[in-house]
């Protein structure tokens, strides 16, 4: 969709380094003509995302915390100070106890759970809340991120397939809410991918294998992949696409069982 963004303008928020999936959405929202601004949490990262953000010509970035208030509303106060408007924001966002994405989903813990749904649920809401009214002259887009953990069980994701349900609810009600301003708001669902975030989950590696071997495709997800479809999404093509969860998994999510090979 070469040129499909030329003349758009938004925010990344969750890059934390080339292999993320919000930088293969960055990567691929460039090349489709838009500018970008990126968010980060934290020197560290800050430091891994400046040579990214150069090579897709931006030099805006601004540090934020998504369970502070007054963080939050000081980015987007920058945001604003930059640009009048935005046309679109991808929210790539999550986080839950490493310790807690092995073993039994019982074992969870209260403080891990609230933290948890804070940071990779609530945050999405937190953000559209501050996003829209940069939006509602032209409409925009909404982004955010998801993982079929939301409805089927997948072993040790555990409390973030509860996070990400309720994810999915919020793009939802949101969509609902935002829709008479133009705004369309949207969650991809990549299969299991090589990222900083899915390394944390116990026996990713065996996941990601298991997924190659029996989706129709026969691969998983690539980064180009499912940055294309953010490109979609957030284009003018996308128009009247609002309130889905688009599967961007090699069709993984159609099956019954493994393919006869992987009984």
Sequence with gaps: MTGA?????????????????????????????????????????????EPLAATVGSDFMVDVDVTDDASLDTAFEQLAGRWPTIDFLVHAIAYSDKSELTGRFINTSRANFKNSMDISAYSFIEVARRAYPLMQDNGGTLL????????????????????????????????????PEGIRVNAISPGPMKTLAGAAIGGARKTFKHTEQNAPLRSNATLEAVGGTAVYLASDAGAYTTGEVIKVDGGFHILGMPQQDHL
């Design 5 to 49: 963004l030329t003349g758009k303008r938004g925010l990344i928020m969750g890059v934390a380094n080339e292999r993320s999936i919000a930088w293969g959405i960055a990567k691929a929202m460039h090349e489709a003509g838009a500018e970008l601004a990126f968010t980060y949490q934290g020197e560290a990262f800050g430091k891994r995302l």
């Design 144 to 179: 955010t991120l998801t993982y079929q953990g939301s409805n089927r069980v997948v072993p040790n994701y555990n409390v973030m397939g509860v996070a990400k349900a309720a994810l999915e609810s919020a793009t939802r009600y949101l969509a609902n809410d935002l829709g």
